[in-house]
């Protein structure tokens, strides 16, 4: 298995009650469920006011790096992340577990 892990961080100025940040918000909550390749997912807003902290956070699954790679190209996850790309920026790590 091959866990993805991603932190958003907004832009400076960005609030995540916008409507454009809700909607992003959305797209990565339904976004688990649209793509067959995904073994398991959780996403969601951080909790805690430390500086160092990023804004939204998601935690996923594939069986392998082949089934990872079919999801990065998913049509659904291209259109999530166009989304995100217009007020925030992120770190990603993937490893084996």
Known sequence: MIRHLVLFKLNEG?????????????????????????ASWECGWN???RAIAYDFAINSAAEDADALQRYLDHPAHQAAVAQWREFATWVVADYQF
Do not use: H, K, T, Y
């Open 14 to 38: 960005v609030d995540r009650a916008e409507e454009r940040v809700v909607r992003g918000a959305r797209a990565f909550a339904e976004l688990g469920g649209q793509v067959p390749d995904v």
């Open 47 to 49: 909790i805690s006011d």
